[in-house]
C-alpha cells in the first residue's frame, strides 16, 4: 500500500480532542448530523404526501406520514411549511 494514501492530509497529528475520543464539538457535530437527516426526512416525507392523490385507499398512510413530518418539525422548532 502507499504509504501517501495513509498519511493525514493536513499533515500533522490528530488534535488532542480528537485523539482523546472526542470533546463537546463532536456532540455539536452529532446534533448538527441529526438536525440535518431530520431535515432529509422532512422534504421526503413532504414529497410522499404531495405525490400522494386523494385516495381513500391511501388515506391511513398519507396521515401517517402527515404525523411524522409534523412531530419532526416540532422537534425542529420549526412551524409547518
Given amino acids: ?3 501517501r494514501a495513509t498519511l ?3 499533515g500533522g497529528a490528530l488534535p488532542p480532542g480528537v ?5 463537546s464539538s463532536s456532540l455539536l457535530v452529532d446534533s ?4 440535518c437527516e431530520k431535515l432529509r426526512r422532512v422534504l421526503e416525507l413532504e ?5 400522494t392523490p386523494d385516495n381513500p385507499i ?3 398512510t398519507r396521515r401517517k406520514w402527515q404525523e411524522e413530518r409534523e412531530q419532526l418539525l416540532s422537534e425542529l ?4 411549511l
Avoid: K
Wanted: glycine share 12%.
Fill in 32 to 35: 448538527a448530523i441529526s438536525h
Fill in 8 to 10: 493525514p492530509v493536513w
Fill in 77 to 80: 422548532h420549526l412551524e409547518s
Fill in 47 to 51: 414529497e410522499w404526501i404531495n405525490a
Fill in 19 to 23: 485523539a482523546r475520543g472526542g470533546d
Fill in 1 to 3: 500500500m502507499n504509504n
Fill in 58 to 60: 391511501l388515506a391511513g
